[in-house]
Every structure is written in structure tokens, then in C-alpha cells.
């Protein structure tokens, strides 16, 4: 990943947490509970009212990649 497109990327990432700062907790006591066969679902309601919906099931990969993901934060 290219340095330069990280570093334009802290401050969005700031704003954020600035402005959802509930966000963060909510995810960190999230990923505690979430294993292989865990079922995410997002909800989405548009300002029009449409509401999209999806969900997935996670699998082992997926583990391994907020593993991954997890370590990359915390460098």
C-alpha cells in the first residue's frame, strides 16, 4: 500500500471517530464476539427511506483477515 495514500487517509479517519465516536467501542466489543459462523447483517435506510439489507456468514479467511487487519492498526 502506498504511504502517501495512508497519510491522506489519517485525517478522514479522524474526522470520523470524531464524528461517530461510538462507533469504535461498539467495534472493538463487537470483534470480541464474533467467530467462525458469527452472521453480520447491515442495514442500510437511505435520508429517502429505501432500505437495503444484507448479511454474511463468517468464515475461517475472514478470521484470518481481521487478524490481519487488527495488527496493520496497531503498528
Given at each position: 500500500m502506498n504511504p502517501m495514500a495512508l497519510l491522506k487517509l489519517k485525517p478522514l479517519l479522524e474526522s470520523f471517530?470524531?464524528?461517530?465516536?461510538?462507533?469504535?467501542?461498539?467495534?472493538?466489543?463487537?470483534s470480541t464476539a464474533i467467530d467462525e459462523?458469527?452472521?453480520l447483517e447491515m442495514k442500510i435506510t437511505t435520508s429517502q427511506g429505501q432500505t437495503i439489507l444484507s448479511n454474511l456468514k463468517v468464515t475461517a479467511d475472514d478470521i484470518k483477515l481481521f487478524e490481519e487487519l487488527k495488527n496493520l492498526q496497531n503498528k
Open positions: 471517530r470524531s464524528n461517530h465516536p461510538k462507533f469504535g467501542p461498539f467495534i472493538s466489543a463487537a459462523g458469527t452472521v
